[in-house]
């Protein structure tokens, strides 16, 4: 059971340059989020999926798209990486929205120069 | 404005002793409180979870509290290992209509021989 797993681990992008950040879970969840993290601050919501099917804005959504493939996958696009967007990201996953407790993957670190 | 503030923001101690982690909340309406301990280059993984009527939650060496009243929780770690040296992160989830869920930026802890 590999849980919630995020490829790739690391990546180093010019400004500008595209990339997608790919994210699976084999828990049969229904809901899936993309996080950043940043020194000194919170996670930070950029994007979730209630439910397959459905994509909403989280609390910093620019920049970003984000794509739910099915109910196992979620992908995170840069469309033209920005040096702001250095940062940790990180996918989870729960039963639901919110209320259950989420699985995180590992985290891909992300340089953008 | 929904906030999450966790104290103090790092901490050394000694192997075998005690500490308590602090968490000040001002996210309403409440649903749920966890605690999460991040180690470093990992994702995230849950500890304990509490809604509004508990006041006590274990899990193991890990006890958190909640007081829904004062909008305070702690997360108190006895006997401490070499293991503990992590992250600790307070998530508080509201009710409102839709996903919210705020982070706190963590206490990072370490624990010395």
């Known amino acids: 059971n590999a849980g919630v797993t995020q490829t790739p681990k690391f990546q180093v992008l010019k400004t500008g340059q595209s990339m997608t950040l790919q994210c699976a879970q084999d828990?049969?969840?229904?809901?899936m989020y993309w996080y950043r993290q940043d020194p000194g601050m919170g996670l930070r919501l950029i994007y979730y999926?209630?439910?397959?099917?459905?994509?909403d804005k989280g609390e910093v959504p620019n920049g970003y798209n984000v794509s739910r493939l099915n109910k196992r996958e979620f992908s995170l696009r840069l469309e033209s990486a920005a040096p702001s967007q250095t940062s940790v990201y990180f996918c989870?996953?729960?039963?639901?929205?919110?209320?259950?407790?989420?699985?995180f993957g590992q985290g891909t670190r992300l340089t953008v120069v | 404005k929904n906030q999450v503030e966790q104290s103090p923001q790092s901490l050394i101690i000694l192997e075998g002793k005690n500490c308590t982690l602090q968490?000040?909340?001002?996210?309403?309406?409440?649903?749920?409180l966890r605690w999460y301990k991040q180690d470093t280059g990992r994702g995230p993984v849950s500890l304990t979870i509490?809604?509004?009527?508990?006041n006590t939650k274990s899990n193991g060496r890990y006890t958190a509290t909640l007081d829904a009243d004062t909008k305070q929780s702690s997360l108190h770690i006895t006997a401490s290992q070499l293991s503990d040296s992590a992250s600790y992160i307070c998530?508080?989830?509201?009710?409102?209509?839709?996903?919210?869920?705020?982070f706190g930026a963590g206490t990072r802890l370490f624990v010395k021989a």
């Open positions: 989870a996953s729960s039963e639901g929205p919110g209320r259950t407790e989420a699985f």
């Open positions: 828990m049969n969840h229904n809901s």
């Open positions: 999926s209630a439910s397959e099917g459905t994509t």
């Open positions: 968490c000040n909340y001002t996210v309403s309406p409440f649903s749920n």
């Open positions: 509490m809604t509004f009527s508990e």
């Open positions: 998530v508080v989830s509201a009710l409102a209509g839709g996903f919210k869920t705020i």
